[in-house]
Nanobody, 117 residues
Framework: QVQLVESGGGLVQPGGSLRLSCAAS????????MGWYRQTPGKQRELVAT??????TDYADSVKGRFTISKDNKNTVYLQMNSLKPEDTAVYYC????????????WGKGTVVTVSS
């Protein structure tokens, strides 16, 4: 129903920056929440940041002050990641949840972020 394509991942040194993008397309109607989650092997997927169509944002405590989520008017969400730490290394997944549809929403295939010296 909804297709999500992430981009912008890569290898970066500690203290560096990356900007992730997620382009959403398909049957998008009504209000929704888009966000970024991340996952490493052996751990559950965790919330990083979300933004709603109304502009409300939410961040995990571990990234607050370093990451910024934003959305344009073409159903694309961005995650500006600054002051990156090795602990930020993960596969980052984009999610879109339509409020009126409910459920867990749709997921992208993920983009790999590696923070290493």
């Amino acid at each position: 129903q909804v297709q999500l394509v992430e981009s912008g991942g890569g290898l970066v040194q500690p203290g560096g920056s990356l900007r992730l993008s997620c382009a959403a397309s398909g049957s998008i109607f009504g209000p929704y929440t888009m966000g970024w989650y991340r996952q490493t092997p052996g751990k559950q997927r965790e919330l990083v940041a979300t933004v709603t169509t109304a502009g409300s944002t939410d961040y995990a405590d571990s990234v607050k002050g370093r990451f910024t989520i934003s959305k344009d008017n073409k159903n694309t969400v961005y995650l500006q990641m600054n002051s990156l730490k090795p602990e930020d290394t993960a596969v980052y997944y984009c999610n879109l949840r339509l409020w009126f549809q409910g459920g867990m929403g749709d997921w992208g295939k993920g983009t790999v972020v590696t923070v290493s010296s």
